[in-house]
Each structure stands twice: as structure tokens, then as C-alpha cells.
């Protein structure tokens, strides 16, 4: 542009398509897309400062006139006058409309204009001056009569920039300024209530504040030496360290644009500096890159319009700065590999999304080429979709595995390629990935159950235990045979029936869970009964020792199945197998548990034995008393005792019967010998030899439990001497530690070692390695525990006096309990004073006389 060298200029402007540049001779100059210059006189002196609102084709310029009146205040800088021109009306001159002209003086005091802006509604216009002050217009800038103007700030220091932040309607206008030392924000509410706050305590130059765009949430921005700041109305947001003298500063479609000095050493002639060379620096703030740096000679504005960036240098030439198309952007940071970058910048252009696709696709054969597959998987995972899975699947073919399995079969699920995530789950044994795509979305249930079958016993009994309901519900007959083999003999079904290890004469390897976890996949399922009948009577057969959860159930099931069984000789045939299950002597149900279930199913004949009893006792049939008792007995051993009351009140001679019902009753410990004794004391005809075989058993029991308690008394005396000894020892003398192995891998001690008092020694590694505490023996530890548990146990309960009752009733042998809680102290001797003359009277009570030997 040859014609701006002619051109003096002092202020410029741009917007609406065009650039406007104000001259030293007061003359505006526009020039439009076509590079075609118009201009005319807008002043008589010069055009200090340009303003171009971006949503009204308005022009506001500050400049000087000549007064008539007085043509002494014409001097520069003393009349500075504000037109606003409506560029889109012609007057009568030719020239476009001037709606307004005011005196830009705050006050009486004239002074420099630093800065001016404008809203966009039209309704506000704010001019800064040198001496600090801000003048503003309120009301329609467009026309004088509507406008009304006040100072709204008086400030020490000049004022630097001004913005007004954009708002919806009917919320307050916000303004911030910013001065040589400070940052402030104005809210203009209405009556001139207008709210101050300070944002910062450190302001900027002239040139140096622009107001971002929406991409950064309409932010003031300040160019200072260290670093470019951002400020919302409440506050300071972030900061960006820019280093660097700041010339001025511009927002331009998300672009931040610095002008900085850059001073170097061939700048320097002698010891004057020659104009600098500036750098123009664009930064992307949402992609955090540099767009564009470069050098240019004394740049004095940019401009932004025509969509590129106008560079003004000092000799009045203008640089284009254009911006690349986004494709060709792509591909310098693909040729870079800032893939990263290049999925930000796709994004922030609203690239179409097969394009941001084919971007992961490129990133991710980066990385896999670079060998980082876990890497490559995050980035494959983002194209599922669009991108072919095979395209994925093909890069493990033929080679070892060295990426994250488990992310690529999740990949495969979630674009629904299931038969390549089936394949690489088997492949790598990733069980619990295949059972869950088995199980969940192809829903082939038969394929998991046999999978499950061919797994080792730990991997088949946790997926079965994790699976089991889900497979009961839709397999039920398949996974009640999985289970009674998972329960008995587990064996994969592809592996031989023979472990080869066993045929060189070894022990065979029996691998069995334990039933009862399994019990809870049958309930809430509609083949609850049969199947969960099927599994049980399967256990009690192959394990006659099964636990008493498994019978429990197993007796409950067959009462359930009788109480709904209408048809009589099936009912009958489920009665009568309850029965037996009832009447096995190698049946361990619970009894109490198995008397309430017959209650509540109405099973008569599961509750009749004390009453079948009771019968032959009411009619006398002592024979069928025994029987019975032989029978149920082992279901209810209160029947001997209760047949031993019976017997006992009888008058006439029942020895015999007494004598068997005591050799019952003394097998199966049932009774103390002195409530035996007691009973039978209320026979008239039981003599002494009917208990004479039981008194000797007793008496000889308890005899051999004396000599062995005082062996043992003994032994303990012997130990806590020999302790006490060696206490005395460890306190009087010093001890010598002459081991010469450690106790733990058996070499030779060195050092450093760790020695115990109890004549144990240890490398420190191995002291280390294995001690669970540093101040105990790892090989006296175990021994140690036990002992203080003992003593925690029984300290802890010395107080439990209802324990000691309800556990003294129930005992086989009621002396061993009151010498073990003897043992724990609870019948340690303790006096209670209550009243004063009681104890007097306890003290005059003459003493009992010494207890009689036996």
C-alpha cells in the first residue's frame, strides 16, 4: 500500500470491512477490501484516537478544532473534542453524518485523552484521561440531547485502558480500567449507584488491556512486564508467563497477540540504541501453542479485519499475517507429532468428527509404532463406531502380546465385536472377561457353563460361586451336575480321568469346595426344590459326614415337599423318606432346629418321640421303653434320662432296666453321678447294686482325672520354678550368648546378628525378613501369643458369672467348670461391708468346725 507512505498517521481503527487510519492534518482515511482509499476533513488539527464498535457501523474519534471564540485554547492538547460518526448516513457535504460533537474536557480542567471505548448497546462511553480521570456518557452517545456525562473515577495515576464487558440484556454493565498502578472494575448500575471494586494493585501501560472474546469467557486482559493477566469482575483468574517489554496487546479470534521489544547487541551504536526490532508473537490460549513469532521494524498498531492480522510498522507499511485453513495446520503438527495438539486444535475449529477420528486413528499408530500399545489402545478406544475393530485385532496377530489385553477386549465389547473379544480372552485366559461377554451379551449359557467346567478348581469354583445364579436360572440340570462333581472330585473335563502324577505311586490329589457356599446360587429360582433336593441327597450320599447346614436344608426341603404334596401315595412316600432321614442315626441335623420345622410343616410324625415314650410308660411296656430310647436316642438323648426318672419311681423290681438306662446314660455322659444318685434315692428297691458297676466307672474316672490334674500340677509347679530361676538369672547375672547357627536358615551367624535371652540368634536379614515384631523372638513368638491369649481370655472373662451358671448347667463334668473358672479367679475372695451391725453379729458367730476327710 504505496499511498500510506504520504500519510501522516496518528490514530487507527478497524471493523465492519475496512481499516480507518486519522492523520496529524485532522483528516480521516478508510480503505475497504478492494484496497480502495476514501478520505475527508474530520478536524481542522489532528485525529488523536480512533473507535469502531463492532456491531453498529459507528465511528467515534477524539481530536482538535480551532475555536473562533478563542483561538489560544486551540493549542494541543487543550481542546479536545468528541465527534460520532454514523458512517452508514451521507450529510449534505458528502462526507458521512456527524450525529454528535462534545468537549472531551473532565470538568474545567483540560487535559490528554489516553483512551476511549464504548458498549455495544449504545447507552454508555467512557474516555480516560492523562491526569487520572474517567468521563462518562450515559444515555445514546449517538445524540447530545439523550447523553448525560459525569466523572466517574478520580485517580492519582493516568489512566491506561478501558473495556466494557458484554452482557445479555437486563443485567448491569460492567467496565474495567485499568491505570498505571491499579485494575478496576466498575458495575454501573442505575441512579449513578455505580459499585468499585479492586481487582489488582498493578496496572499496565497505554496499549497494553484489551477485552478477550467468549472463547475466554469476555475477560479483561493487561500486558505487564513478567506476565499477561486475565480478570473477571469478582477477581484475578489466571496468568500466562510471557516474558518480555509489552508495546501493546490484541484479541483476535481466540488469539492473543503481543507486541514486545526484543533489544539485542547489534542494535547498540556506540551507546545509542537504533529503533528495535519488535516481536509479534500469536499465542492459541485454549490450544496453549504458539501460532506464529517473528520479527518486524518498530510495529505501531495491528489491525484486524478481512480475516487476517494488519501489521503498521513505523514506516507506515502494513504486513499481512493470514491465518492457515485448519488442514494445513493439522499437518505441520502431524509432521511434528503433536498429535495431542492437533486433537485440541481439531476440536476448538469444530472439525467434523470423522476428521477428529482419523486424527485418535493416526495418534494411536504413533504410539504403537513407538511400541507404547497401552497407549495406542487409550486412543483406538476413542474410535469405536467408526473404526474398524479388526483394524485393532490385526496388530496382535503373529507376535507376543505386549499391550494391555484387557483394554482391547473391552474394546472389542464395546463396539460389539464379541467374537474377536471371545477370541482374545480365551487366547490370554482372561476367564472372567469371556464369561462376561458369554453371559451378558451373547447369552449363551451353555458355551460359559462348559467353559467353567474346563477351568482349574480355583478359577471354576469362583466363577461358579460368581456366575452360579444366573446359571441355575437358565441351565438348572447342566450346573446342578457342574456343582455335584465341583463338591465331590473336581477334575477340568478336558484333562484325563487319571492325573498322570499319581500313576508313579503318589497320594491322588482330591480337590472338593465346600457345599454349603453354593446353597444361596438355588434360592429365588423356580427349580429351587429339585435341583437344590438333587445336590443335597447327592452330598449326604457321597459325604455321609456332610455339615449341618447341608442336612438342615435337606430336612426342610423334604417338609416343604410333603406340606404341598396333595396326591396320598406320593405324600406318603415323601413322609416316610423325612422318616428316614429323621430316624438315620448318621443324620447331623440339628435337633431343636428339626422338632420346630415338624411343628411348622404340621409333621406329626417327627415330633412323637417323647410322646411315643411317654405311651409305653403310661401302659407299662418297659420293653418298648428301651427300644425306643435306643431308637430316638441318638435324635434325643433326654429320653434315657427321662426313662431313668421313670424307672426310678417305679416300686417294684426294675434293676434291670435301671442298670441298662445308667450304662446309656453314662456312655453318653449325659448326667452327674450325683444327680443320679439323687434320683434313684426315691427307689425303695434300687440297692446299692444296681449302682455299684456305675459308681465304680465314676469313681474311677474321676480318680484317674485326679492323678493326671496332679501330674500336671506338678509338671506346672517344676516349670515355674525353673521360669522364676531364670528370671532371677536374666535380673542378677550376665548372659552369654554362644549360638553359633541362626535359628532361622541354620548357617553360621556374622554379623551384624540379633541376639535373644531366650538363647536365640538370628541374622539381622533373616531377624528382619521374618520377625513380626523387633522386640520379640520370631521362634518363641507362636508359644508367647498363646499363653498371653490364654491369660487376655481369661482375664476378660473373670466377671462372666451368667457364662459360668448357664455353662455349669450344661456341663458333662461340673467340677471340671468351677475348677477352670477357679482358675480365672471369679471366685476370689472379696468382703462387702453393707452395715455396720451386721458385721458385728457375723464376727460374734462361733466358727464353723474344720470340713471331715474322706
Known sequence: MSFLQSIDISATASGRGQLIFGDHDGNLHFIDRDLQMSSFKAYILRVTHL?????????????????????RDDDEGINPLIKVWNLDKIDRSGQPLCSRIVRAVPGNRPTKVTCINAHENLNYMAVGFENGCILLFKGDITKERHSKSRILYESAYMITGIEFKTHTSGKPVIMFVSTLKEVICFNLLPKDRDVKTVLDQHGCPVHCSVMSDISQDNQFVIGRQDAVYFYQPDGRGPCLAFEGDKLRIHWYRGYLVLVSKEVKPSSLIGNVQSPGVHIITVYDIQNKLIAYSGPLPEVTDVLCDWGGLYVLTGDNRLHLLQEKDTQTKLEILFKKNLYHLAISLAQSQQYDQDGIIDIFRQYGDHLYGK????????????????????????????RDVDFDVQTAIRVCRQAGYYKHALFLSEHHQQHDWYLKIQLEDIKDYDKALKYIGKLNFPEAEHNLKTYGKILMAEVPMETTELLKRLCTDYKPSDKPLVDAANLDGGAPTVKRANPDEFIHIFVNNHHKHDKLTEFLEHMIKVQPNSSVLIYNTLVELYLQACSHEMEISARVEKERKTLDLLQNPESHYDLDQALVLCQMYNFKAGILYQQIVQYHMDHGEYMHIIETCKRFGQQDPNLWIQALAYFSGKEEDCKQQIIEVLSHIDDRNLLPPLLVIQTLAHNSTATLAVVKDYIVRRLQQENDQIQEDERLIEQYRTDTEKMRTQINELKTSAKLFQ???????????????????????????????????????????????????IIRAQEQSRDLHEQFHHQLERAQDGFSVIADYF????????????????????????????????
Open 51 to 71: 473507535y469502531q464498535l463492532k456491531q453498529h457501523n459507528i465511528l467515534i474519534t477524539v481530536g482538535n478544532d480551532y475555536t473562533p471564540k478563542n483561538p
Open 371 to 398: 511400541g507404547d500399545h497401552d497407549g495406542a489402545i487409550q486412543q483406538y478406544i476413542k474410535t469405536i463406531g467408526k473404526l474398524e475393530a479388526s483394524y485393532v485385532i490385526r496388530k496382535t496377530e503373529g
Open 739 to 789: 549360638v553359633s547357627k541362626c535359628s532361622i536358615c541354620c548357617h553360621p551367624l556374622d554379623l551384624p546378628s540379633v541376639h535373644f535371652l531366650c538363647q536365640h540368634s538370628y541374622h539381622q536379614h533373616c531377624f528382619e525378613s521374618y520377625a513380626e515384631h523387633e522386640a520379640e523372638c520370631p521362634v518363641c513368638l507362636p508359644e508367647n501369643r498363646k499363653i498371653l491369649d
Open 823 to 854: 482358675g480365672r479367679g471369679v471366685f476370689n475372695k472379696m468382703t462387702l461391708i453393707t452395715d455396720r451391725s451386721a458385721t458385728k453379729s457375723s464376727l460374734r458367730q462361733p466358727p464353723r468346725p474344720p470340713p471331715r476327710k474322706c
